[in-house]
């Protein structure tokens, strides 16, 4: 098994023609299961985990000051 997390995979997943290039190495002495886990993206002008970002969105509305959820938004194609 071979997990890729926010950083391995980069901002807006520029890495991952290297995660392939590792996952072909891998593959050729065993079969692979690969986890891919939140990628960084840039939040207030810096690199961040999608995952905290999210956090930090959802702290903010459980404490009655939400904040803007577009970044979110914007990463999953307005899903």
């Known amino acids: 098994m ?8 980069g901002v807006d997943g520029v890495f991952i ?3 392939i290039d590792r996952i072909k190495q891998i593959s050729k ?3 692979v299961i690969s986890v891919f886990s ?6 207030e002008e810096k ?3 999608m995952t905290d ?3 930090k969105v959802g702290r903010s ?3 009655s ?8 938004r914007e990463f999953f194609g307005n899903s």
Do not use: D, Q, R, W
């Open 2 to 9: 071979a997990k890729f997390g926010g950083s391995t995979i």
């Open 17 to 19: 023609p290297k995660i």
């Open 29 to 31: 002495k065993t079969k």
């Open 38 to 43: 939140a990628p960084l993206i840039i939040y």
């Open 47 to 49: 690199a961040k985990s």
């Open 53 to 55: 970002v999210a956090m």
């Open 61 to 63: 509305y459980a404490s």
């Open 65 to 72: 000051n939400p904040i803007e959820i577009e970044v979110l």
